[in-house]
């Protein structure tokens, strides 16, 4: 099914009945992400909801740069739950959609039951000297046209080197191949990572919705220390977890043990 959200058509797919869990995906992703974890919750009862989130997969590139700001993503995400008649849903993101989920608990607390985020911090986690070494990528992937240009130069292979566990990378390059498409994963961060000026944090209410934080070892972008303090920014129910051996995308390297937390988190 399709679903119109301030000007973008997002691809969505529902499986199985029962409560309503959002699955978000991250980049260079795709709902495909979940495939491991869609039969899973669907078998046991689930009504399993996965977007692919604006810019990626078979949803809508908007042009502007703005368009991919992570408040018009939880519009995207209130609108889609409106759609399908969901009140409230358990919500679980990985990468850029554990920052829509985050997001989302923070602003329309009324429509998220549960929280489960992977691998991504509270916006307002006290940033460490590890992680402003490991998120230096960030800064290269504003330069506009070059960032574009050596990420597909010589088949890719930046991009093949810098996602050296990922086990997609196939799937992502004939995904981000399509035109236009690597320029609007991009805007992800240019919409919202972009350099500014320096001054206070944004007030934001604490997370009110039981929340599960997840991290693993392998994990080459984020540090593990600014999950777990995100503890701090939650007020209800907090339980962090963490998976040995398994790189940023968990949702593929530790299938099992995430199924196994999701199943007994949710329940």
Excluded: K
Aim: aromatic letters at 10%.
């Amino acid at each position: 099914m399709c679903v119109t959200s301030n000007g973008a058509e997002l691809h969505v797919e529902v499986h199985g009945d029962g409560d309503p869990v959002l699955l978000l995906h991250g980049w260079p992703d795709s709902a495909r992400l979940w495939r491991h974890q869609v039969p899973a919750l669907a078998g046991r009862g689930y009504r399993v909801i996965t977007p692919d989130l604006r810019g990626f997969g078979r949803s809508e590139q908007p042009a502007e740069v703005r368009s991919y700001g992570l408040r018009n993503v939880v519009g995207d995400v209130t609108a889609l739950l409106d759609r399908l008649g969901v009140q409230a849903a358990h919500v679980v993101g990985h990468d850029w959609g554990a920052a829509v989920a985050w997001l989302t608990a923070i602003l329309r607390q009324d429509r998220v039951r549960t929280l489960t985020v992977i691998s991504v911090p509270h916006p307002l986690a006290p940033p460490t000297i590890r992680q402003q070494e490991m998120a230096w990528y960030q800064l290269f992937f504003q330069f506009y046209g070059v960032a574009e240009a050596t990420i597909q130069h010589d088949d890719w292979a930046w991009l093949r080197t810098f996602s050296r566990d990922y086990t997609d990378i196939g799937q992502a390059i004939e995904d981000l191949s399509r035109p236009g498409a690597l320029t609007a994963s991009l805007n992800w961060y240019r919409a919202n990572l972009a350099p500014r000026m320096p001054g206070p944090p944004p007030a934001l209410p604490p997370v009110a919705a039981p929340t599960l934080g997840i991290w693993s070892t392998g994990d080459h972008y984020l540090d593990g220390e600014r999950m777990r303090s995100s503890a701090g920014f939650v007020q209800g129910p907090w339980r962090y977890e963490e998976i040995p051996g398994a790189s940023h995308w968990v949702p593929l390297d530790a299938p099992e043990r995430l199924n196994e937390l999701l199943l007994g988190w949710l329940s």
